[in-house]
């Protein structure tokens, strides 16, 4: 029988991610019940490049390749593509060191916030700036949720210590305030 310690370790090493708990025999529903909204999200973002990449190849087939609107369109998109894996690291990370809800939610506002800049860039550049700030701002959510899942899983597996249930309700408190301008 395992004393309240050992149960206490044992759950502080499975909670963090879905790998390991895979490999101590969980099921491939229950993991991909951890990662299906990070999914969702991920392939919306696909999506969204493919959109992209549609209007640089519209502007390309004009007769003129090197007109303003083409170069605007073709800076916007590489500004994105630039951005991209940033933006999958540090949202797969949060999704799966710490909260997955948060993560996705935070997601989803960063892709609408790009397609703001990127059709803000296609005007002006000036009209993308407030894009590309708000998306600053989730990216730097999305990096601490990432900082407080490694630490707390460090916590949890040398000091015994899970805050996990605290820093999940603070982020999913916080990832509301990522609405307010």
Not at 54 to 82: G, I, L, W, Y
Not at 108 to 124: A, D, E, M, S, T
Not at 155 to 167: A, F, V
Request: hydrophobic letters at 45%; charged letters at 15%; glycine letters at 6%.
């Amino acid at each position: 029988m395992l004393t309240q310690a050992q149960k206490t370790k044992t759950l502080c090493v499975l909670q963090p991610g879905y790998l390991t708990a895979l490999t101590a025999g969980m099921n491939s529903s229950t993991a991909v019940e951890n990662i299906y909204l990070l999914v969702i999200v991920t392939l919306i973002s696909v999506l969204q490049n493919a959109f992209f990449a549609q209007k640089v190849e519209r502007e390309c087939q004009k007769e003129n390749k090197h007109t303003p609107s083409f170069e605007r369109v073709s800076c916007a998109n590489r500004n994105c593509m630039d951005a991209y894996p940033t933006f999958l690291a540090v949202m797969w990370c949060a999704g799966v060191c710490l909260s997955q809800a948060p993560a996705a939610f935070a997601g989803i506002i960063y892709l609408l916030v790009r397609q703001k800049y990127f059709i803000g860039y296609l005007g002006h550049t000036s009209q993308s700036t407030p894009g590309y700030m708000f998306g600053k701002r989730i990216i730097g959510f999305l990096l601490l949720m990432c900082i407080l899942g490694i630490f707390n899983f460090l916590l949890c597996r040398y000091y015994g210590s899970d805050y996990k249930e605290y820093t999940e309700t603070i982020t999913n408190a916080a990832s509301a305030l990522l609405l307010l301008p």
